[in-house]
C-alpha cells in the first residue's frame, strides 16, 4: 500500500475508533510507512478525532523529530517512536483509554483468554505497573521491555498500547481486547471462570499465524466496522 492510501487508512481508523467510543479526548494512533524510516501520528492538540483529515497527521522520525505536519505530536508519542523503531510487526500503533481494559488493572484481575478472540492475545497480557504518562525515552523503553513481544500491553490505571503488522490488525486487537476484558469482568461477576485451555489457545494462535489462503479475520471486522461509520 502506498503512503498516501496507508494515511487515508489511518484517518479511517480515527474515525472508526471514534465512532466506537475508543478515542475522545485522548488517545493517539499511528502507522509505519514501509521502507522508510518515519511514521504518521495523530496530532496532539485539542480536536473531535472522529472528523480528521491529512492535515491532523504528524509526520515524525524514528528519534521522535517532527519532520512535517500542521500540529504536535502527542505528548506519549514516545511509545509510538520507540515501538515503530524497535518491532518489525509494529505497522500501526494504538494508544487509547478502554474503560474494561482499565478495569481490570485497577481491580487486580490478571487478563486471561475466556473466548476465542480473547485467545489471539495468548494465555496472558503483560502489564506496565507505573500508573503515569509514557512521556520520556527511558518510560517508552521500559514499556517496549515489558510488553515484549506481545500484541498488546495494558497500562496500569491509564489504558492500553496495541499494535498490527497493518492497520486493520491493529483496530482487530484494539477492539477485541476490550471486548475480552469486559467478557472477563462480567465473568468474575457471575462467579467461576473458566478461561480456555493451553489446547484451545494454541488453536487460535495457530489459525491467526498460518491461516488459509483468503481468509483474513482482521479485514473482515474491519470491513464491518467501517460500514457502520459511513
Not at 505497522?91 to 478495569?103: D, F, K
Not at 490478571?110 to 489471539?120: E, H, N, W, Y
Not at 469482568?185 to 493451553?198: C, K, W
Request: hydrophobic content about 40%.
Amino acid at each position: 500500500m502506498e503512503e498516501a492510501e496507508l494515511k487515508q487508512q489511518l484517518l479511517t481508523l480515527s474515525r472508526i475508533l471514534y465512532k466506537e467510543g475508543f478515542l475522545d479526548s485522548f488517545g493517539h494512533i499511528s502507522v509505519r510507512i514501509p521502507g522508510k524510516d518515519y511514521y504518521y501520528i495523530t496530532r496532539g492538540e485539542p480536536s473531535g478525532k472522529g472528523d480528521f483529515d491529512a492535515r491532523d497527521l504528524v509526520r515524525v522520525d524514528f528519534k521522535g523529530n517532527r519532520l512535517e505536519g500542521q500540529g504536535r505530536p502527542p505528548v506519549e508519542a514516545i511509545i509510538h517512536t520507540v515501538l515503530h523503531r524497535s518491532r518489525e510487526d509494529a505497522g500501526c500503533i494504538v494508544h487509547v483509554h478502554p474503560y474494561y481494559c482499565i478495569l481490570l488493572t485497577v481491580a487486580g484481575i490478571k487478563f486471561m483468554p475466556v473466548t476465542l478472540q480473547a485467545a489471539t492475545f495468548g494465555h496472558t497480557l503483560p502489564v506496565y505497573d507505573v500508573a503515569d504518562l509514557v512521556i520520556t525515552e527511558e518510560e517508552g523503553e521500559a514499556m517496549a521491555r515489558n510488553m515484549g513481544k506481545a500484541r498488546a500491553i495494558l497500562l496500569r490505571g491509564h489504558g492500553i498500547v496495541t499494535l498490527g503488522a497493518t492497520i486493520e490488525e491493529a483496530f482487530y486487537n484494539t477492539y477485541h481486547l476490550e471486548e475480552s476484558a469486559r467478557f472477563l469482568v462480567d465473568a468474575h461477576r457471575l462467579g467461576p471462570v473458566t478461561p480456555l485451555n493451553d489446547q484451545e489457545v494454541q488453536k487460535r494462535l495457530n489459525y491467526i499465524r498460518s491461516r488459509p489462503a483468503g481468509v483474513n479475520p482482521f479485514a473482515k471486522v474491519w470491513a464491518y466496522h467501517e460500514f457502520k461509520t459511513r
